[in-house]
């Protein structure tokens, strides 16, 4: 099973991870994802303490490697404010 590549963003207080809707749907996360996370167009930006962690449980889940998750993560810059948290929450 291959994993859509995905990016982790981050501000002085938080981290979010950039994974397609459509990813969330496919492993019935929908239900379980916080309004902590925020979501625009067709991404969810997935707060690192909990949403996240529903992820890649679901990937181990799977049978995917540690290391092909990690594989699959691009980690952007980090900022001092980050523009997310000016997103729609993540709302079922």
């Known amino acids: 099973m291959r994993i859509n590549k995905m990016v982790f963003y981050s501000d002085a207080g938080h981290g979010w991870l950039k994974v397609p809707i459509a990813e969330l749907r496919k ?3 929908m239900d379980k994802i916080s309004e902590y996370s925020y ?3 067709d991404y969810a930006y997935l707060e690192e303490d909990c ?3 529903e992820l890649f449980d679901s990937f181990l889940s799977d049978g995917i490697p540690v290391e092909e998750i990690k594989a699959a993560i691009k980690s952007a810059k980090p900022v001092t404010n980050s523009r997310i948290r000016n997103y729609a929450r993540f709302y079922k």
């Open 39 to 41: 979501r625009k167009g």
């Open 51 to 53: 949403d996240l962690v």
């Open 27 to 29: 492993r019935n996360l």
